[in-house]
């Protein structure tokens, strides 16, 4: 199996699952999310971004044409300024080794959009990760066998990573709903 140099998984599912890309963040798009470090701003346009119903049908096929079979990390970031919360999932290729493939999903920050299904059936490694993304920012996964809190207390309201959660000095204030 070919391994796949950073920034080819996009081009490949342009061509082999065109339905799958999320073309509402492509790289010409000027609201596009950035990720800001040391003085510089840099377009986060290199990885394929697909759509949250793409997302199953897209880690299977990477793990069945490429043998990217680990799938090793599951983070959640908020962009409020863009108003979407972005899931990244990053996979490697066990057996061969070389660079990281990462599959990026963006969806809206309301409860009603922010939805992606669950890789956990086929990957158990995502389980605490997914848990996690739900805890913290409150990204719903379809599919988890438990999908629960796994750092706040059941009777938490809110989501404390999100960047719009209230924080008055160096302690989180009470929200009363979610």
């Known amino acids: 199996m070919a391994l796949l140099a950073r920034g080819e998984l996009r081009s490949i599912l342009q061509t ?3 339905n799958a890309l999320d073309t509402r963040w492509d790289t010409q798009a000027t609201d596009q999310p950035e990720a800001h470090g040391e003085g510089q701003t840099i377009l986060l346009d290199f990885d394929a971004v697909v759509k949250a119903e793409a997302l199953v049908e897209v880690a299977h096929f990477i793990r069945d044409k490429f043998g990217y079979t680990l799938l090793s990390n599951i983070t959640a970031v908020d962009y409020l300024k863009q108003g979407l919360i972005e899931v990244v999932y990053q996979f490697y290729n066990a057996a061969e080794g070389g660079p990281d493939l990462r599959v990026r999903v963006r969806i809206g920050r309301s409860p009603e959009e922010c939805i992606v299904p669950s890789l956990t059936p086929t990957w158990p490694g995502a389980d605490l990760q997914e848990r996690e993304a739900y805890d913290m920012y409150g990204v719903v996964f379809p599919g988890h066998p438990n999908l629960a809190r796994i750092y706040m207390w059941d009777e938490f309201k ?21």
């Open 16 to 18: 082999e699952m065109p």
């Open 158 to 178: 809110g989501f404390p990573m999100r960047k719009d959660f209230p924080k008055t000095g160096d302690k989180y204030t009470h929200v009363t709903g979610e």
